[in-house]
């Protein structure tokens, strides 16, 4: 099992920045690829991006790319989503997952999430 707990989320104006932390528990954590995906209300989950077990790369939905960067810290067992520039659109409850098989933008195939964590951007 891991246990993933995210933190950081919050209300912040357009244009504004949040750092969220995904902290990782139980498991060999390097051994994971790390997501991060979001809900808006009355939404489907969407993919926001992923990053290798190395940190080495990474991938991002379309819409955040240039904004938003994910890192990992696996000394740390920590994964970090560094959001800039926000939009309202942005606005939505973010989850960390984690899953043990290779690279994808699925939420189906992540094996562990995190409760999550509310991100509101005002207009």
Known sequence: QVQ??????GLVQAGGSLRLSCAASGRTFSNYVMGWFRQASGKEREFVGTIARSGGSALYRDSVK???????????NTVYLQ????KP????VYFCAARAGAYTTSPGYYDYWGQGTQVTVSS
């Open 4 to 9: 993933l707990v995210e933190s950081g989320g």
């Open 66 to 76: 240039g904004r938003f960067t994910i890192s990992r810290d696996n000394a740390k």
């Open 83 to 86: 959001m800039n520039s926000l």
């Open 89 to 92: 659109e942005d606005t939505a």
